[in-house]
Structures are given as structure tokens and as C-alpha cells.
């Protein structure tokens, strides 16, 4: 007999959550410290989605996407989880930038930026102040025409230096392009300048536990290996439950964390919607994927101090097709020294490059490994400049692609960072579409990344609350 990974679940729960994105779990929290009976659903065998790790023999321990994230998960961990959540959140050290254009370290805020910009950028004082309360005066109400190009052409003309400087981590971070709305860029970027970029000691299985703790202090029912098949409707357009793993749960409310456009287009099906609405969810555009190359050292064998993130290009200026090409010239390093796991004595590697789904998901099996084999050739033959004699040293090496975050995460195209903007409105119109049904997961940019996902679950879950509270 096949386990039932739903045994002693009960047939109905005020809230089903259909997967444990940061989103999901943030929501599914909250929803249960107010007393709702919450059931979460997650179809992967572990939490976090994409906020997630890997285990290697030998002991290594690899983190997928704990690179870095603003100073604001302090306050919404304190607030939202706990406060030992909040405690093991602690700055980077440095920010490091190596391409054919400029060669530094940075703090990555706006003190620290102010300084490069003027000093090293030569940029008037005024032109930099006004810059940065441009983008920190931004927010969702603003013109949404404007474009990041745009905001740039009127601060920097012709600088595309300082675009690179100011744009090439928020790509990294968030999947974002000049033509993007220039609100976007303001919220995310002035989000990180605030204070620098961040991280969670302990590594991201840990974060994981803690906040899977939390959840069962709080009553929440957690289920992994289950996979959400269907959103029940009934014909009034409310939502009254799912069917998981061949067994229908009732629901009062479902919040769904899988992909907005998975949500309604397979989930619930377009007939439960106005034709209007589904020509807007079909008209969402995604955003782009990953692929990573990990690297771990022999136990004990380490390295200096090369920075936490190093942004290196080999290319002339920033330039978004070959960000995303196979033919790889920009990769992001993230340095991981034993203090991420205190106790820990590895040093690891980990190169993120952002990648376009089309250019591997057409390859045929033999092509896709001849690939993936050439991104880690490649991605050793950068990385030796920094970690000398990288090869005889490494203990163990693999490489992800869009394929792999697609599989592990169920995002259509393996989107790393969900959707455009455009998918922000679709994802907060789901309820006046169907009663009952929300979304809470990375959509417009904005609610993407540890810090938007967290921040979007504790607003949605404040929209179930004054639904189920009426
Ligand atoms: C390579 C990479 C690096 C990144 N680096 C950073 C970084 O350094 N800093 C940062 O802030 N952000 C980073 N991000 C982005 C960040 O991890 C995500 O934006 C965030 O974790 C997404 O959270 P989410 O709530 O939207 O849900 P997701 O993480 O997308 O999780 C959705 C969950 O729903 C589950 N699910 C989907 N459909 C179903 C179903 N039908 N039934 C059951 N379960 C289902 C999935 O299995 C998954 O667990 C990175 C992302 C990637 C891919």
C-alpha cells in the first residue's frame, strides 16, 4: 500500500493553503495563531519552495536561494514568526562587483553608494540625493509607465557604468529588466539600500524548521508529498475546497501559493471565470529562471575572504540578452564560509546565472547533460581566478537549470521570480473572481524574493481573516 500522506487529515479546515513557498507559509502561520484551522499542502517532500537546500554525500549542505535579502525580513520575521527567526538574520559583509568596467566592494547601501557614486562615478552629490529619494519616494499608487530605463536616462544619460552598478543585482535578484516599471526597480532597490543585504545563520534548512515548528505550535496541519490536483468551485463561484492526492477537503478558504497562472488556468480551469479575467491571466508574463552551479570544498580546505556575493562579467556593459544567454558571460558567485552554519567547517560555492526555460527545456536528454557539463566547466574555469585551483579542491559539483526549478517548485517555466508586473493586479482580483480564493506568492516583481513572498503572505492572509471573520 502506497502511505497516505494525508492520514488523519480532517475532511474540511477553515483555510487549506496549497503549498509552502515563504508565501504559503507565512500566511498559513498567521491564519493559525488567529485560531483558524489551517491544512497546508505542499507537494514536494520538503518545505520552503523555493527557499530551500539540498543535502550532499559527505555532509555538504547546499542553499538554492539564500543569497541575500533585505534588512525588512527582520521586522516582518519578528512580527510574522518568531523572535529567534528574527535574531538569525545578520548582514553580509561585502558586495563585490568585477567586470570590464569597474572593479569594487561595497556594503551595498545607500551610505556606501552615495560614496562610490560621487567618488568613484563622479556623479554630482545633488544628482545621487536626488536619485535615491526618487526611488525611495516610489511605491505601487506611482506612475507605472515609467520604465527603469526611463528613471536611468534622466539621473545617468549615457551611463552605463552607473546603470550597471545600480541594475545588475536587482536582475540577479529579481528578474527584472530595464523595461520593467520603474516602481519596481525604487521598492526592491531602495528596500536593499536601507541597510545591505542580508542572510539567516544557520542556512536554510534550519529557517525551514524553525518556522515548521512554529506552524505545529500553532495548530497548523502540515502536509508534504501532497499534491493539490484540483480548487473546488461551485457554481455560485465560491471556492469550497480541493482535491489532494485523490481526496476532496473542504475548505471556507483556499489560498493557493502555486504559480498565479498554474492557479487558474489548471487548477481551477477558465470556465469558473470571466472571459475577461482569463484573458488577463493568460496575457501575464512570466519571469525569467536560473541555473546554478554548487560547489563544494573538501571538508576544512577554504579560502579567504572573496566577498559573500560577487557580481562578475565578462561583458562590455549591462545588457539583459546576454544576462539570460547559455552562452554565459555574468554569473553571480555566492561565497558561503563556515559561519553560515556555525560549527560547520565547509566552504562552498554557489554561481547563479539568470536563464531562459526555452533555451533547455527543447534540448533532448543527451544535449541537456552535454549542457549542464558545460556550465560547470565553464562556470570552474571563471571561478579558478578566485579560488585557485578549484578543481583538485572541490568535493562535490552539480549543476540546476530552469528544468530542475520547474520540477521541484511546479512554476510554469520554472519562473525563479514568478511573474511581471501585470501579474500583481491578476493575483489580487483572484477573490472578486471566485469568493473564497486567494492567491499569496511571488507576482509583479515587487512580491517576489524571501522578502516580497513573506510580505504578500501576511497581506493575503489579512484578506482571508476579514472574509472569514464576517
Ligand atoms: C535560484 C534562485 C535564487 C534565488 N535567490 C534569492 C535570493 O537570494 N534572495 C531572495 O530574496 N530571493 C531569491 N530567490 C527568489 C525567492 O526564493 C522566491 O521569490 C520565494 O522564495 C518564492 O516564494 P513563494 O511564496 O512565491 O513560493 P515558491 O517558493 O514558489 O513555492 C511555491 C510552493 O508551492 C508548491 N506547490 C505548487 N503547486 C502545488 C500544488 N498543486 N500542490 C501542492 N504544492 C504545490 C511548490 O512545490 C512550492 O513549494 C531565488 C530564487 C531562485 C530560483
Not at 493559525?32 to 520538503?46: A, D, I
Not at 568596467?101 to 553608494?113: A, C, K, P, V
Not at 516602481?183 to 539600500?193: A, E, W
Not at 560549527?343 to 527545456?361: F, P
Given at each position: 500500500?502506497?502511505?497516505?500522506?494525508?492520514?488523519?487529515?480532517?475532511?474540511?479546515?477553515?483555510?487549506?493553503?496549497?503549498?509552502?513557498?515563504?508565501?504559503?507559509?507565512?500566511?498559513?502561520?498567521?491564519?493559525?495563531?488567529?485560531?483558524?484551522?489551517?491544512?497546508?499542502?505542499?507537494?514536494?517532500?520538503?518545505?520552503?519552495?523555493?527557499?530551500?537546500?539540498?543535502?550532499?554525500?559527505?555532509?555538504?549542505i547546499f542553499d538554492?536561494?539564500?543569497?541575500?535579502?533585505?534588512?525588512?525580513?527582520?521586522?516582518?520575521?519578528?512580527?510574522?514568526?518568531?523572535?529567534?527567526?528574527?535574531?538569525?538574520?545578520?548582514?553580509?559583509?561585502?558586495?563585490?562587483?568585477?567586470?570590464?568596467?569597474?572593479?569594487?566592494?561595497?556594503?551595498?547601501?545607500?551610505?556606501?553608494?552615495?560614496?562610490?557614486?560621487?567618488?568613484?562615478?563622479?556623479?554630482?552629490?545633488?544628482?545621487?540625493?536626488?536619485?535615491f529619494d526618487t526611488?525611495?519616494?516610489m511605491n505601487f499608487?506611482?506612475?507605472?509607465?515609467?520604465?527603469?530605463?526611463?528613471?536611468?536616462?534622466?539621473?545617468?544619460?549615457?551611463?552605463?557604468?552607473?546603470?550597471?552598478?545600480?541594475?545588475?543585482?536587482?536582475?540577479?535578484?529579481?528578474?527584472?529588466?530595464?523595461?520593467?516599471?520603474?516602481?519596481?526597480?525604487?521598492?526592491?532597490?531602495?528596500?536593499?539600500?536601507?541597510?545591505?543585504?542580508?542572510?539567516?545563520?544557520?542556512?536554510?534548512?534550519?529557517?525551514?524548521?524553525?518556522?515548521?515548528?512554529?506552524?505545529?505550535?500553532?495548530?497548523?496541519?502540515?502536509?508534504?508529498?501532497?499534491?493539490?490536483?484540483?480548487?473546488?468551485?461551485?457554481?455560485?463561484?465560491?471556492?469550497?475546497?480541493?482535491?489532494?492526492?485523490?481526496?476532496?477537503?473542504?475548505?471556507?478558504?483556499?489560498?493557493?501559493?502555486?504559480?498565479?497562472?498554474?492557479?487558474?488556468?489548471?487548477?481551477?480551469?477558465?470556465?469558473?471565470?470571466?472571459?475577461?479575467?482569463?484573458?488577463?491571466?493568460?496575457?501575464?508574463?512570466?519571469?525569467?529562471?536560473?541555473?546554478?552551479?554548487?560547489?563544494?570544498?573538501?571538508?576544512?580546505?577554504?579560502?579567504?575572504?572573496?566577498?559573500?556575493?560577487?557580481?562578475?562579467?565578462?561583458?562590455?556593459?549591462?545588457?539583459?540578452?546576454?544576462?539570460?544567454?547559455?552562452?554565459?558571460?555574468?554569473?553571480?558567485?555566492?561565497?558561503?564560509?563556515?559561519?553560515?552554519?556555525?560549527?560547520?567547517?565547509?566552504?562552498?560555492?554557489?554561481?547563479?546565472?539568470?536563464?531562459?526555460?526555452?533555451?533547455?527545456?527543447?534540448?533532448?536528454?543527451?544535449?541537456?547533460?552535454?549542457?549542464?557539463?558545460?556550465?560547470?566547466?565553464?562556470?570552474?574555469?571563471?571561478?579558478?581566478?578566485?579560488?585557485?585551483?578549484?578543481?583538485?579542491?572541490?568535493?562535490?559539483?552539480?549543476?540546476?537549470?530552469?528544468?530542475?526549478?520547474?520540477?521541484?517548485?511546479?512554476?510554469?517555466?520554472?519562473?525563479?521570480?514568478?511573474?511581471?508586473?501585470?501579474?500583481?493586479?491578476?493575483?489580487?482580483?483572484?477573490?472578486?473572481?471566485?469568493?473564497?480564493?486567494?492567491?499569496?506568492?511571488?507576482?509583479?516583481?515587487?512580491?517576489?524574493?524571501?522578502?516580497?513572498?513573506?510580505?504578500?503572505?501576511?497581506?493575503?492572509?489579512?484578506?482571508?481573516?476579514?472574509?472569514?471573520?464576517?
Open positions: 500500500m502506497p502511505k497516505d500522506f494525508l492520514k488523519g487529515c480532517r475532511d474540511s479546515y477553515d483555510v487549506v493553503v496549497i503549498g509552502s513557498g515563504l508565501a504559503g507559509l507565512t500566511a498559513a502561520n498567521i491564519l493559525g495563531r488567529s485560531g483558524y484551522s489551517v491544512l497546508l499542502l505542499e507537494h514536494h517532500y520538503q518545505l520552503g519552495g523555493m527557499a530551500t537546500w539540498f543535502k550532499r554525500r559527505g555532509g555538504h538554492i536561494s539564500l543569497h541575500g535579502f533585505p534588512f525588512g525580513m527582520i521586522k516582518s520575521c519578528r512580527k510574522y514568526w518568531t523572535q529567534e527567526i528574527a535574531d538569525s538574520i545578520v548582514p553580509l559583509r561585502g558586495v563585490r562587483f568585477e567586470n570590464p568596467q569597474f572593479s569594487l566592494e561595497t556594503s551595498y547601501n545607500r551610505e556606501d553608494f552615495t560614496r562610490l557614486l560621487i567618488e568613484h562615478f563622479g556623479i554630482a552629490p545633488e544628482t545621487v540625493q536626488r536619485f526611488a525611495r519616494g499608487y506611482d506612475d507605472q509607465h515609467r520604465t527603469t530605463r526611463q528613471l536611468f536616462d534622466e539621473f545617468f544619460p549615457g551611463r552605463t557604468d552607473v546603470v550597471r552598478l545600480l541594475m545588475e543585482p536587482i536582475t540577479y535578484a529579481n528578474g527584472s529588466t530595464l523595461e520593467d516599471p520603474a516602481i519596481t526597480y525604487g521598492i526592491v532597490f531602495s528596500n536593499f539600500m536601507q541597510k545591505g543585504v542580508y542572510t539567516f545563520r544557520g542556512g536554510t534548512d534550519r529557517l525551514v524548521n524553525l518556522m515548521k515548528a512554529e506552524m505545529l505550535h500553532n495548530n497548523v496541519d502540515v502536509r508534504i508529498r501532497t499534491l493539490v490536483e484540483r480548487i473546488e468551485v461551485d457554481p455560485q463561484r465560491r471556492c469550497t475546497g480541493v482535491v489532494v492526492n485523490g481526496r476532496r477537503i473542504g475548505a471556507r478558504a483556499v489560498v493557493s501559493n502555486s504559480n498565479i497562472k498554474s492557479t487558474i488556468l489548471k487548477l481551477v480551469g477558465e470556465e469558473h471565470f470571466d472571459p475577461a479575467y482569463v484573458d488577463e491571466a493568460r496575457g501575464v508574463r512570466l519571469n525569467n529562471s536560473s541555473c546554478q552551479v554548487y560547489i563544494a570544498l573538501k571538508p576544512g580546505d577554504g579560502f579567504d575572504f572573496c566577498g559573500d556575493l560577487l557580481f562578475h562579467s565578462e561583458h562590455s556593459g549591462f545588457d539583459i540578452e546576454a544576462l539570460l544567454s547559455r552562452n554565459v558571460s555574468s554569473r553571480t558567485f555566492s561565497f558561503y564560509y563556515p559561519e553560515t552554519r556555525p560549527g560547520s567547517d565547509r566552504w562552498l560555492i554557489v554561481s547563479s546565472t539568470n536563464a531562459n526555460y526555452k533555451d533547455w527545456a527543447e534540448l533532448s536528454e543527451e544535449d541537456y547533460l552535454a549542457a549542464k557539463e558545460d556550465l560547470i566547466r565553464t562556470t570552474l574555469d571563471c571561478l579558478e581566478q578566485y579560488v585557485p585551483n578549484i578543481r583538485e579542491r572541490a568535493d562535490h559539483i552539480e549543476a540546476a537549470t530552469p528544468r530542475t526549478f520547474e520540477r521541484y517548485t511546479q512554476h510554469v517555466q520554472g519562473a525563479s521570480f514568478g511573474t511581471k508586473f501585470e501579474g500583481l493586479k491578476v493575483s489580487q482580483d483572484l477573490p472578486k473572481q471566485i469568493h473564497g480564493l486567494f492567491h499569496a506568492g511571488s507576482v509583479g516583481i515587487i512580491m517576489s524574493g524571501w522578502l516580497g513572498a513573506v510580505n504578500y503572505g501576511v497581506i493575503v492572509s489579512n484578506e482571508v481573516d476579514k472574509l472569514l471573520s464576517k
